[in-house]
């Protein structure tokens, strides 16, 4: 006798208020949770519940739109901005600076305030989870510029896996491309994105990064894009490189936007 009681149709409520773009799926348990969530006119209290199409969902007082296709775009963080909605030190962020026309976008993982370069953003939590899985294996792309002359002898320990301060960091494929004056380029790959690891692993072998511009996530590239721009995705790439279907209704996305400082 098989005990399991069939799922319910439908989709968890967070995921569904968060794919309407309204907020976080971890921001929307916490308005369920605050009773600031209506599901056919009653106010639920858990996020553990189920709904269709079919359902009212009213979301602090207003009703919730259908879901947004998902998106994905290409953003070139400038150096000096933070990778947070909100930060404790008033240090300007990526979302002060993002042009006003962009929906609710969600990070897929982060930059550190001095690094620069492709950012994606999405108004899909699913892609940004899906996209920031290490199971994913998608080469990151970094051009760096170190403080020293470095020999290709001193990058072995990082080409074979180096433990910092009791992190792991997996091998790093490195390039030493040229020499100018004090500093060196090189390129570096990775296949994952810890704190500060490129930062670190340099330092572990004798060197200071002073430049650092991520330059291409999987099969996604920096190109031409200019620091502040973004460029969103066209639904014929989100299919090859993600497998997803855009909605005919979907806009068409502009070629490029350019950054326009937000009011706070």
Known sequence: ??????????????????????????EAERLI??????????TITSPALNVTGRDKIVVSGKALAAPEPPRLWLYHKPAGLVTTTRDEQGRETIYDKLPETLPRVMSVGRLDLNS??????????G?????????TGWLRKYRVRLKGRPTEADFEPLRTGITVDGAHFQPMEITLDRQQG??????IGLREGKNRE??????????SVNRLIRVSY????????????????RPR??????????????????????PARRRR
């Open 1 to 26: 006798m098989n005990d399991k009681s069939p799922t319910p149709p439908g989709e968890r409520i967070a995921k569904v208020i968060a794919r309407a773009g309204r907020a976080s799926r971890r």
């Open 218 to 233: 999987g099969p996604f590239q920096l190109g031409t894009l200019q620091p502040g721009e973004v460029q969103e995705l």
């Open 116 to 125: 620069e370069g492709l950012l994606l953003l999405t108004n899909d939590g």
């Open 182 to 187: 004090a500093n060196a380029w090189a390129t």
């Open 127 to 135: 892609i940004k989870r899906r996209l920031e899985l290490p199971s």
């Open 237 to 258: 790439v989100m299919r090859d490189q993600l497998g997803l279907e855009a909605p005919e209704a979907a806009p068409a996305p502009k070629t490029r936007q350019k």
């Open 198 to 207: 490129i930062r670190r692993a340099m330092e572990a072998v004798g060197f």
């Open 33 to 42: 949770e605050a009773g600031k969530v209506s599901v056919n006119g009653k």
